[in-house]
């Protein structure tokens, strides 16, 4: 079987830590968004509230997001091309900063808080180590191809 990094029904997008550029989430989303314009994107969902995040912080839409993916090749290509579109010229150490937040965030309201309970008990009713949205995503995919919780 080939290998196709965009079929994400036969495997998960990269990790929300997976960083691009300092931004947590973008290499996830491209791979979710290339997915998609595939018609390959399985039971993922593009321009999820996690998605959302990210372009509300770079000051982008999904349109603007899935163009750039569809005249681009590269994730470096990608990362160029939303410098430069976006409004924004953000410092380093705004990037690191909201990267490390991200990455540490877990349910903030009690509509989230029960979505996460409830996905967790599904998933791996036995781990008390998850905490974060992070650590959810990363747990789904991993059991989701196979893996054991």
């Not at 982008?60 to 090749?73: R, Y």
């Not at 937040?101 to 877990?106: D, E, H, K, P, W």
């Amino acid at each position: 079987m080939d290998y196709d990094p965009f079929d994400l029904t036969q495997h998960p997008p990269r990790s929300p830590r997976v960083q691009l550029g300092g931004f947590v989430l973008l290499p996830r989303v491209i791979d979710k968004g290339r997915a998609l314009l595939k018609g390959k994107i399985g039971e993922y969902k593009f321009n999820c509230p996690m998605d959302q995040k990210l372009f509300s912080f770079l000051q982008i839409n999904e349109k603007q997001f899935l163009e750039i993916l569809s005249k681009t090749s590269s994730d470096k290509e990608v990362l160029k091309e939303i410098l430069k579109i976006s409004p924004l010229s953000l410092a380093s150490w705004q990037i690191e900063n909201w990267s490390s937040f991200l990455q540490r965030s877990g349910p903030s309201d009690l509509e989230s808080k029960k979505f996460f309970v409830t996905s967790l008990e599904q998933i791996a009713p036995d781990r008390e180590d998850i905490g974060s949205w992070f650590d959810l995503l990363d747990l789904d995919d991993y059991v989701s191809f196979g893996g054991r919780p």
